[in-house]
């Protein structure tokens, strides 16, 4: 199996578009079953399973149709299940603001100062 962390973006759909691919077919549902379950075209899931992109929206029909949708939580980790926040030390930013006087550009000139 291939490492995910180490691939480029396609690299990345086209592992992820195989292991759904060998799931369905371990599950075992065909394409059309699959589409007509999940609401997404039969194109679409042939482009899917042959790595080429698809929206996010239709990727999540998918893996709900095939009882995946669980595997989401791991993707992105809820920030209010983190122990820190639990525990009354951190609260959840909002926004990210940062100083303008640290900014990079603090330095810069033409080059033709004296």
Do not use: H
Request: hydrophobic share 40%.
């Amino acid at each position: 199996m291939a490492k995910i962390s180490n691939m480029q973006e396609k690299g990345i759909l086209s592992e992820l578009s195989k292991r759904i691919k060998e799931y369905r077919l371990l599950y075992p549902m065909t394409q059309k079953e699959l589409a007509e379950k999940s609401m997404v075209s039969l194109g679409t899931i042939k482009r899917f399973e042959k790595g080429e992109d698809i929206s996010f929206l239709n990727v999540i029909k998918i893996l709900k149709a095939m009882d995946l949708i669980a595997g989401l939580e791991l993707l992105v980790a809820d920030q209010e299940d983190r122990p820190s926040v639990k525990a009354g030390n951190k609260t959840i930013k909002q926004r990210v603001r940062k100083s303008e006087k640290n900014s990079v550009n603090d330095n810069w000139v033409w080059g033709d100062e004296k």
